[in-house]
Structure formats: C-alpha cells, structure tokens
C-alpha cells in the first residue's frame, strides 16, 4: 500500500487512527495490537508473499535480542551472529544476482540468475532490526517485551522507507501515557505535514518524473539541452519524491501523537556536499555515522584513516540504495567530495556564498545523474553531449509534457516553482506548529490539490531501495 493512494487516505489512515485511540481507551496493549496489525495490513496489501521474509527476519532478532539480554558471555559472538543473518538475508535478497552478473561479465561465464523477488522495505526494516539488536547489547534496551519490538518494526508509517529511527527513543514514545490520547493539535500538525507531502508527490514529483522518463525513452534523439534538463528535473523530481513521502510519514505518525525523526532540512540550500549530507536523509546519515563510521574510528585517528572511514560509509550507501556499480559509483564520488570539503574547509568558507551554492547545485546535479543512469555507461554518454552542447534547443515532446495552454513556458515555470520552493521558504517541518487561518486554507488547498492530481497510484522511488 502506498501513501499517496485512495485506499489509504480515505479508508487505511483514517481507520487506524480511530481504532488506535479506542484501542488505547480501553488498555494500551490493545493500542499496540492496532498498530501491530495496521502495521502487517499495510505492508502486505497486494504483496502477501513478502510476509514470510519479513516473519523469520521478525523472529530470528527478537530470538536474538532475548539471548543477548539474559547471557552475559560472549557477548560479542552473540551480537555478530544476528547481525550477519540479517546482512546475509539482504545480501541474498538484493545483491545475489548483482554478484553473480558481475562475475559472469567480468570473467566471461555463464553462471543462471535467479528469480528472486525483492521484499518490499527490506533495506530499511534490515536497519532497524540491526539497530535494535545494539541497542540490546549496549543495554539501551533492558524491556524486552514482544509486542513493543513488533510495533518498532511494523510501525507501518516508517516500515517501508524510514526514516530510520533509534529504538530506544521510539519505544519511550510509544509506551508514554501521555501520548495514548487524541490530540487535535497534533492531528491538525500531521494533517498539515501530509498535504505537503502529498502535493510535493502527486504534483511536483509526478510532472519531473514525466518529463524524465520521456528523455531517457528518447535518449538517442535527445539534444545536449535535453539532456541538461533531464539533470534538473531529476534533481528535483527525487527531492519532491522523497521529501513528499518522508513529510506524509512525519504527517501520519503526528496524527497518532509519535515523533519520527526529520528527514529532510533545504538540502538544495546547502553550500558544500558536506553540508548536503547534514540536510539530506538524515535519520540515514546518522545510522551510518553511529553504527558504521564511529566504530571505523571516525575522525579520532587522523586525516587519511577519517578519508578511509568516511569513504568505507560512502560506498556502503552507494550498494545500498541499489545493486548496479552506478549506485558503487554515486557513493565513491559523494565520499571523495566529502574528504575533499573536509580538506579545503577552511579556503572555502572565505569563497563568495552564491559561488559555493552553484559549484555544489551543480555537482549535485552530476552525481543525481549518475544515480538515476541504468548504467555507467548510459551516465557518460549523457555527460558528453551536455559537453558539445551543440545547441540550446529542446524537444518539441518536451514543452508538450507541461503544457496547460498555448505556450511554451509552463516548463520554465515549473522549474523556477521548483527552485522557489527549495530555496526560499523554511522546512515545512520547522514551520509545522505555526497554526494560523493563512496556513489551514493553504493545507486544504494542498490536500485538495494532492488527491486530484493522484491519479493511478504511482510507487516512490525509495520503495525500490
């Protein structure tokens, strides 16, 4: 089930929220069971073959995290094992095929694929299992209570694209008696979260996703301003894409009284790709930093094993978003920019601020490229007839795509929209708690706006991942 689906809004959501506080009147176990069951509904509408992946992932940590609790002996070995089988089983999943097409091109053999079918919210829900299962053995966890662990997981406003949340932090929230009762403050705040998202997602993101997919189906024929554009629109289209569903999660859990962590701060405001990993996916950021780069040894032992360290996460984000050596290659790239902030800090922040914007926008604009190419190969080719630019012109298909009248300019008028919105006003997450009369007009506009514009339920990209 999707956010950005009728089903869910008019039926899913609303259902949930009025059981879920009934639930809790009567005893807050039964509050959980609303949610546990919500949380299986949601995700395995459409899709019951993903249940069972999901179950024994489910009942091997929580097996786990019981063992780890009540032994005090080897300690180590006891967290390494769950670790590995839930790496092993994304591994599996994800990577299986990935390995072996690798091998067969690369040594010329012929070893058979299989068919195997990714399991929806597997990257993420793999994360969470592992950040439980630390949080046990550093003892931030010393409950171990089944129905709290199933909630944590099946949690079904983060299950399938985050963010990505620290158990210690979501299981105070969820057994806070305080946070058991409607709140209609908190509704109107998730109310006003989720009609953003869903604009960003059924109006923004839809017309740049259009307009990407016209330009890659018509890659050949494409001209070097195309291709610039396509750069463009992309950028735009994952951020509204993204952004749009993390706002619509934020917006859903507020509604029912739980904070998730922000996911997203202006990150096309940021001034170096430093910077840009501070704003963007930011519950991602600091799982990797916690779990992956600090144990590394972070930046405590000097500047080339940091550059190591930051590089070894880069390139663990990179494989994770997907199995394709363009992701391997998106995450080396956005390391090396990082070590190189790192070591020109200082010479940079004496450079003129809107210089250091465009050098970044533009890298950015790059690197997007490559993380939406099929291939290496597909992400050079597009490089290089931006860099004859033979001419400025666009496709006559193009203009058609956002054309509403008799003109050509609709399209320009969607990308200054575009970098309006992401340039100019504050995070929409920032501004939530500032009700006025202005601002409910504006976020029914947007609900109104977001269910009309939704057509066929169109997946996130991030469900991919």
């Not at 690798?102 to 990257?123: Q, T, V, Y």
């Not at 890659?219 to 463009?232: E, N, Q, R």
């Amino acid at each position: 089930m999707q956010f950005n689906s009728y089903s869910f809004i008019f039926v899913f959501l609303p259902l949930s929220i009025v059981l879920y506080y009934l639930a809790n009147r009567i005893k807050p176990a039964f509050g959980k069971a609303v949610l546990i069951l919500a949380g299986a509904a949601f995700y395995s509408f459409g899709r019951l073959e993903m249940l069972p992946v999901l179950g024994i992932s489910i009942l091997v940590n929580f097996a786990a995290a019981l063992v780890i609790r009540r032994s005090p002996r080897f300690r180590g070995l006891l967290l390494a094992l769950p670790v590995i089988i839930n790496v092993g089983l994304l591994f599996y999943f994800k990577y299986y095929n990935f390995l072996i097409q690798s091998i067969d091109d690369f040594f010329g053999r012929n070893i058979p694929l299989k068919s195997i079918i990714l399991p929806a919210g597997i990257s993420f829900y793999t994360f969470q299992q592992i950040a439980y299962i630390v949080a046990v053995w550093r003892n931030e966890i010393t409950d171990i209570k089944l129905t709290d662990y199933l909630v944590y997981i099946l949690y079904f406003p983060r299950i399938l694209m985050g963010p990505v949340t620290e158990p210690a932090e979501f299981l105070e929230e969820i057994n806070d008696a305080s946070r058991k009762k409607t709140d209609p403050g908190r509704i109107a705040i998730g109310i006003r979260l989720f009609s953003a998202g869903i604009v960003k997602k059924t109006f923004l993101a839809a017309a740049f996703s259009g307009a990407v997919g016209w330009i890659y189906g018509n890659i050949v024929t494409a001209t070097p301003m195309d291709c610039i554009l396509l750069m463009l629109f992309y950028t735009f289209e994952i951020y509204f894409d993204f952004s749009g569903y993390s706002d619509m999660a934020l917006g859903v859990s507020s509604m029912l009284n739980i904070d998730l962590p922000v996911n997203f701060d202006s990150p096309y405001k940021a001034l170096s790709m430093r910077d840009f990993w501070k704003r963007w996916h930011i519950s991602l950021t600091k799982f990797l930093t916690k779990y992956i780069y600090i144990p590394l040894g972070g930046s405590r032992k000097g500047k080339v094993l940091t550059c190591v360290n930051v590089m070894a996460v880069f390139l663990i984000s990179g494989l994770w978003h997907g199995a394709n050596w363009s992701f391997v290659l998106w995450g080396a790239l956005n390391g090396a920019f990082f070590c190189l902030d790192r070591a020109f800090e200082k010479f940079e922040k004496k450079v003129f601020a809107p210089v250091r914007w465009v050098v970044t926008f533009g890298i950015l604009n790059v690197l997007w490229l490559l993380f939406s190419s099929q291939s290496v190969a597909l992400w050079q080719l597009i490089l290089r007839r931006i860099l004859s630019l033979r001419s400025l012109a666009v496709s006559e298909g193009l203009y058609e795509l956002f054309t509403f009248t008799k003109t050509k300019y609709e399209m320009f008028v969607f990308l200054l929209a575009a970098f309006f919105i992401c340039l100019v006003p504050e995070n929409s997450y920032k501004t939530r708690e500032k009700t006025t009369a202005v601002s409910l007009l504006l976020s029914a506009a947007m609900f109104v706006m977001g269910v009309l514009c939704m057509g066929t339920e169109a997946v996130f990209i991030y469900s991919g991942f």
